[in-house]
């Protein structure tokens, strides 16, 4: 069965930048190793060391004649205790100011992200829920037509040879099949509306944790960032012998560029223009199918209805459109009217809107199209028919196909997700 997301560059948008995020988490935790059993270990163990030799050497000097020889090597004995207090100072401040803050972080985070990635399957399983619902009440539907039609042809054929007992029997029999037949269309209709919401939910849902998760890698690269100068900072108070290591780091820190480092995040992750695109199924009928037995009159028939709800429902979406976007209008001329949040929720509310009515008006063309087929004259247009297409599977008994609406997106920014 085909996949509902294999093909979103959104997903993949946000599997790229989680990939990403999580080589920068172990390049991190090997940093905190780094620091933690190598440097912050080996300055408090060499100042024990050294504070120890300082005692020794004090204790020495007690028991000798002050002279300018013993007050040399006193000198000597301050110096030793000086360095052992400055390796001290260092290897606390490297635990206190670069590995706690560090680990605190990357916990953090990791909590974070696990609660996005929980957010992200869950609206994730609801889209392929719905796909499959949608797909199994299209099979229910495409059977009782069929059904249906043939007690019909059966009605219709036998009403003259029949008694009238046997005749209303028919009649009960084509009613409860009739009123059975417009529950499951009505219950297929839902689900397919259904799908673009779920649809466009998870894609919301990519879209915020996409920018969650890059601004968790702000705040990750911030942080190496300030424990690069700290450090830089602590070795410099070594003085002259330490000079040339300082001037090497100092040299490499002078690099660093934090908004340059996010804008090539940013652009190495962001997919062009014309990859976005979302996928919706559209709504398929028996009588849609010029192979299968109903004849052209009753196709019409059939049809027409459901073309009346959908330019019910069309216009219905144009009026919701023009209000909001009367809303969204009101907001940007005059501030005071509202706040940003707002601004943001209207304008979320025309986009989910302006979906809507495409999917609606691309499901009343392909219809509208079979039947101007069936009445023998021209199809009508529509700007997105290039994007409808028919995709089909074949099992080993039966063969299914369905209708798939692919709507582009445009990306404003390098980076976003949706606009």
Not at 62 to 79: D, F, I, P, R, Y
Not at 108 to 113: L, R
Not at 139 to 161: I, R, Y
Request: charged residues 30%; positive net charge; glycine residues 2%.
């Amino acid at each position: 069965m085909r996949d509902p997301l294999a093909d979103c560059s959104y997903n993949k948008v946000y599997k790229n930048l989680k990939e990403f995020s999580q080589n920068g988490d172990n390049f991190c935790k090997q940093i905190i190793s780094v620091l933690q059993q190598s440097r912050a270990n080996l300055e408090i163990s060499y100042a024990k060391g050294l504070q120890k030799l300082a005692v020794k050497l004090s204790k020495a000097l007690q028991s000798t004649k002050k002279n300018c020889l013993s007050s040399a090597w006193a000198w000597a004995s301050e110096g030793m205790k000086s360095t052992a207090d400055l390796h001290q100072k260092l290897g606390k401040a490297i635990e206190l100011e670069a590995i706690k803050p560090t680990y605190q972080v990357l916990s953090a985070q990791e909590k974070k992200k696990k609660s996005l990635d929980n957010e992200v399957e869950k609206t994730a399983n609801l889209v392929i829920s719905n796909w499959n619902q949608q797909i199994k009440a299209k099979k229910k539907l495409m059977t009782s037509t069929k059904k249906h039609e043939a007690l019909f042809h059966l009605v219709e054929s036998s009403k003259q040879s029949v008694t009238e007992k046997q005749k209303r029997k028919l009649l009960n029999k084509l009613k409860k099949s009739t009123e059975k037949l417009e529950k499951e269309d009505e219950n297929y209709y839902q689900k397919n509306m259904e799908g673009y919401s779920t649809r466009l939910k998870w894609e919301n849902t990519l879209e915020n944790c996409y920018q969650s998760i890059l601004e968790l890698e702000k705040e990750r690269i911030q942080v190496l960032c300030n424990n690069l100068n700290q450090y830089s900072q602590h070795i410099s108070l070594f003085g002259q012998t330490l000079s040339t290591c300082h001037t090497q780091i100092h040299c490499a820190i002078s690099k660093v560029d934090v908004e340059k480092d996010i804008q090539a995040l940013v652009e190495e992750t962001a997919v062009s223009s014309t990859e976005n695109k979302s996928e919706f199924l559209l709504t398929d009928y028996f009588e849609e199918d010029p192979n299968n037995a109903v004849d052209k009159e009753r196709r019409k028939s059939l049809i027409k209805p459901k073309l009346l709800r959908l330019q019910r429902d069309i216009e219905k979406a144009s009026r919701e459109k023009e209000g909001l976007e009367q809303t969204l209008n009101a907001y940007s001329s005059n501030s005071s009217f509202s706040d940003a949040k707002s601004q943001k929720d209207t304008a979320a509310l025309v986009d989910e809107n302006n979906l809507k009515l495409d999917l609606l008006q691309a499901n009343s063309y392909k219809l509208a199209s079979i039947l101007a087929e069936l009445e023998q004259r021209p199809k009508p247009s529509h700007p997105c028919s290039t994007s409808i297409f028919k995709w089909k599977e074949k099992p080993l008994v039966w063969l299914s196909s369905a209708t798939v609406f692919a709507r582009p997106y445009m990306l404003s920014k390098p980076g976003e997700m949706m606009n």
